[in-house]
């Protein structure tokens, strides 16, 4: 009974997990982002929306939520990223933000 019990828990904390995750992910819905990982200036900042949001939402990325100051401009971003395709999304509150730091790192390439 008490092995039941523990797999029981298990698979609830397992999904509780996933919801929380993907519940968090919509912080990012409305956002800007752009792939850093290829030429910053071969590519625009695309509002987080629609087939991007929802790529973004797949198990395919995984994301960090907790925005960090490390970028060019010294902006908070967070940041998506696919393994298979070397996407990585640099993710920014504002579309002004987001091509300032684009631009930022195309005048570095």
Not at 58 to 87: I, W, Y
Request: with cysteine; charged share 30%.
């Amino acid at each position: 009974m008490l092995r039941k019990t523990y797999g029981v828990s298990a698979l609830t904390v397992f999904f509780l997990s996933v919801s929380a995750h993907a519940g968090g992910l919509d912080v990012l819905k409305g956002k800007y982002a752009f792939n850093w990982r290829e030429e910053p200036s071969q590519t625009k900042c695309a509002k987080i929306v629609g087939p991007l949001f929802s790529d973004i939402k797949s198990k395919r990325f995984h994301c960090d939520l907790k925005p960090k100051s490390n970028t060019s401009t010294d902006v908070p971003a967070r940041s998506c990223s696919e393994g298979e395709s070397g996407k990585e999304y640099l993710i920014f509150d504002s579309k002004k933000a987001c091509e300032d730091e684009r631009e930022t790192q195309a005048s570095n390439e």
